[in-house]
């Protein structure tokens, strides 16, 4: 795996960061959330005390056949409708008397007005019959009110759907007759379950006490009632609980942004709340789905039960605040659309007795904004930084794989095939570890340098060295020839001589390969143009003339082809090349020249009938001091016949190349020159 | 150290006795040419070093000079000599002798004055040749002829007596052994010589890069004279020849 990629990888650590992030911020938000609740908590108690100090506490009240009543900001239109009850959100409660609640009742009041609404489910609908028992044939809706110490009942009947009004019986005189009460009015409509009446009275005219019933006209049976039994329904009325504004005005103080505040009596009604629902409204710009998705997994969210919308009203019921009532405060947290909802209950005591509960909604906006806040600046930090470092990581693995490539590159072009310096070493100024290594790189290049540099000299120098005493036994040998000496005297002598002379071409040749160097450095710019093909024709002769045992062939091409070269160093390739050819060729064999120009390139092969090359590594046979010949009478061999020819191509920037024929009866050198030198 | 041997021998070709300065500084060497050259009937100074030989000279000049290149710690000392050498006496033949043959030696050898330059690996009897020639030709100079031996090749003019070149009569200033190739190379126009010809009318024992430096310079001194100078043509793997034209 490359360097960058696994720092790539490294880099992906950056990821702890977001979930570290991630972790403080439900951390946070937890923290967050129980210091509101404790605020709230102590909120509430100071509320409630001060509340108990004023004394406005509520009532405790009987659970059994009380009517709340709901407050309603507007007017209600009497029109048998009940769409404007639900638009304001009003709750309605069902009343049974055979255990099939059949009845839904809600009251509500305005301030002014008592409303009353009835649904009323049954097969068949029994109208009124003016002559039969006065008030009690046909379906009707008895409502009880209490007028000081007396319960007046009324009835609501009719004839037909439509505008309704309440009817009573008066004693008068010895005589009952029916009165209409034109201050309790409503409409009566029928539905497809049953008939629905919705009807309303001057809230004075309500008392403090009420009770109703329904009765099937068919059946005679009551449907309904806010009593606990047929038997004390007419004297046992339900109270009547109103909004209580005195307390609402005392809780109005107590209100705090974010907040409302509402008290239940003890049956978990709501009898009073602040006035305005004090909640900001802020319409903040929806965050992207993702990052809304991310909030909803992040934060502890999912499992909260939502908001109940009729919580809004007051129908605290089964909230779950209501366990207040039993005397212990009470705290839930709700979530509503993208936001949360802490809601709080506290018991308000008086004497000992659970009266009721102080209940507060706090909107958090602050939690959320704070989370979200945090959790985008997370998001983007974390971004950032995750891309800073990663791209930072990236980077500087690419610059420190661009300095590994760098410094293996100089390695591999410093020193060329035969071990020999071709470069200087770049070494590195740079203080950290590749700068040492490269650095201790260039030092070890250089002493190898040095020692290849030593050891090529070697050669010169050795027989620069040992020239002097051949030419002290040379000279000796030459005035011995002159002194007086037997036969066998001169026999010695000639041999001595012959050795000397050897020991001179030996020297020569240990030289040559260094001197050929030195010549192909300093001719590199002696170039001539030559016409190659002329110049192979000339070679063919020569070699024709020096080698008169061997048969050569040339095989030119029509064309004269002129080239750019040095042709000393050429020919002499061409010589090293063809002296192998001759050595190695069959005694029936051919040495064929051989001069093409393959794709513009001029290619001039040796080739020679004969054994085929050894199974040796590419280019070795060029190496300097290779040979594979067996030895091979008198004449010295070092092998540098074949590193000259490749000497010579190297300064020609062309190739040595060596081949054995396709049908294997022979080998091919040749030497391939670039389009141009 | 100044060893003079007397007058000995009897080479005959000259009158009276060389007298040749050998400047080595290995003893052995020296005494061995010495030897050769007494046996040759010359008379020998030897100098081992560079002081002690100018010394010598201010004594007295020799008729030859042979100069070894390096003369003990003095690495180029042979070619300072012969630098001084010259100065003093600018038509003193003077011949090189050392183990070193590379090609940059002789070029700087030669471009400093000298007549000459030889392996320590030619044989006595081959440097023998080279010294008597030199010195004929110093004396062809100094001794006017009536008629001389003259080759005459279209503007090449060669006198073997006098060993001198001339190109479209202006005079080309050759060494002895590129003398002798040239010579050998015009004596057969159009005839291609191949270096062990070239070596053998040279009579000396370079080896093939050598003879082609040679031809080199002498294509260049040539040149020198007149710029569009071609009458030596290579004749690849074989050798060179005088351009018949």
Known sequence: ?677 | MVTCAGFSGNAGLIKMPRHIAIVEDEPAIAANYRDAFQRYGFTVSHFADRPSALAGFRLGLPDLAVIDVGLGDEFEGGFDLCRELRSQAPALPIVFLTARDDELDVISGLRLGADDYLTKDISIAHMMARVNALLRRVDMINVPKEQDDVLERGKLAINIDRMSVSWDKQPVDLTVTEFWIVHSLARHPGQVRNRQQLMDAAQTVLDNNTVTSHIKRIRKKFQAVDAGFGAIETAYGMGYRWSSQ
């Open chain 1, 1 to 677: 795996m490359r360097l960058s990629r696994q720092l790539l990888l490294v880099s992906l650590l950056v990821f702890v960061l977001p979930v570290a992030g991630i972790r403080w911020i439900q951390e946070m938000e937890l923290t967050f959330r129980d210091q509101q609740t404790q605020v709230l908590e102590a909120s509430l108690q100071a509320t409630a005390a001060n509340l108990s100090l004023r004394g406005v506490l509520p009532e405790p009240v009987q659970a059994q056949g009380a009517v709340y009543v709901q407050p309603v900001g507007v007017d209600l239109v009497m029109d048998g409708y009940f769409e404007d009850w639900q638009a304001q959100q009003l709750t309605s409660r069902r009343y049974s008397d055979d255990g099939d609640p059949r009845v839904q009742f809600s009251a509500a009041t305005d301030g002014t007005n008592f409303y009353l609404a009835f649904r009323i489910a049954q097969s068949r609908t029994t109208y009124y019959n003016p002559v039969g028992v006065p008030l009690k044939n046909g379906d009707r809706v008895q409502l009880s009110v209490e007028e000081g110490s007396n319960v007046q009942h009324y009835t609501v009947v009719t004839e037909a759907p439509g505008q309704v009004v309440a009817r009573f019986i008066q004693h008068w005189n010895g005589i009952n007759r029916v009165v209409r009460e034109n201050r309790i009015r409503g409409v009566w409509r029928d539905t497809p379950e049953g008939y629905q009446l919705e009807l309303m009275m001057p809230l004075a005219m309500a008392g403090k006490r009420f009770g109703f019933r329904v009765v099937s006209g068919a059946t005679e049976q009551w449907v309904g009632s806010t009593g606990s039994n047929e038997e004390t329904v007419d004297d046992e009325l339900g109270q009547l609980i109103l909004p209580n504004q005195h307390l609402s005005r005392v809780l109005d103080v107590f209100l705090d942004s974010d907040m409302r505040l509402g008290v239940i009596d003890s049956a978990g009604w709501q009898i009073a709340s602040t006035s305005s629902f004090n909640i900001h409204e802020t319409h903040e710009s929806e965050p992207f789905w993702l990052v809304s998705w991310l909030y909803r997994m992040i934060l502890s969210w999912n499992h909260l039960p939502d908001y109940q919308n009729y919580w809004r009203r007051g129908g605290w019921q089964n909230s779950g605040l209501s366990a207040a009532l039993d005397g212990q405060p009470v705290v839930l947290w709700t979530r509503e659309n993208n936001r949360y909802r802490l809601l709080a209950s506290l018991p308000l005591v008086k004497d000992g007795n659970v009266v009721g509960a102080l209940i507060a909604e706090q909107g958090s906006q602050a939690v959320l904004s704070l989370a979200s806040r945090s959790f985008d600046r997370l998001f983007s930090l974390s971004f950032l930084a995750i891309v800073l470092v990663s791209g930072g990581l990236l980077g500087y693995a690419s610059w420190l794989s661009f300095r590994i490539r760098k410094l293996h590159q100089a390695t591999e072009q410093c020193i060329n095939k035969d071990g020999r310096l071709q470069a200087r070493f770049p070494a590195s100024d740079s203080a950290d570890e590749l700068g040492e290594l490269s650095r201790s790189i260039a030092a070890m290049v250089t002493r190898q340098g040095n020692h290849t540099e030593y050891l090529r000299s070697l050669g010169s120098k050795l027989s620069h060295e040992l020239r002097t005493p051949l030419a002290v036994v040379r000279s000796s040998l030459d005035n011995l020839a002159h002194e007086q000496m037997g036969e066998q005297g001169k026999v010695y002598v000639s041999r001595a001589l012959a050795g000397a002379d050897r020991l001179g071409g030996l020297l020569n040749n240990i030289s040559e390969a260094t001197r050929l160097e030195n010549m192909i450095a300093d001719s590199s710019h002696e170039r001539e143009t030559v016409d190659l093909r002329q110049m192979l024709g000339d070679l063919f002769q020569a070699y024709s003339s020096v080698y008169p045992g061997t048969q050569f062939k040339l095989q030119n091409i029509d064309e004269p082809c002129r080239m750019s070269i040095a042709p000393e160093l050429v020919v002499q390739a061409m010589d090293k090349l063809v002296s192998n050819a001759v050595d190695f060729c069959n005694d029936d064999g051919a040495v064929t020249l051989r001069l093409e120009n393959i794709q513009g390139s001029p290619v001039i092969s040796v080739e020679n009938d004969g054994p085929l090359l050894p199974d040796t590594p590419d280019g070795q046979l060029f190496d300097s001091m290779f040979s594979v010949r067996t030895a091979r009478g008198e004449k010295l061999h070092l092998g540098l016949g074949l590193y000259i020819v490749r000497l010579v191509m190297q300064a020609h920037r062309g190739e040595a190349l060596a081949r054995n024929r396709l049908d294997q009866t022979g080998v091919v050198f040749s030497l391939a020159f670039p389009e141009e030198v």
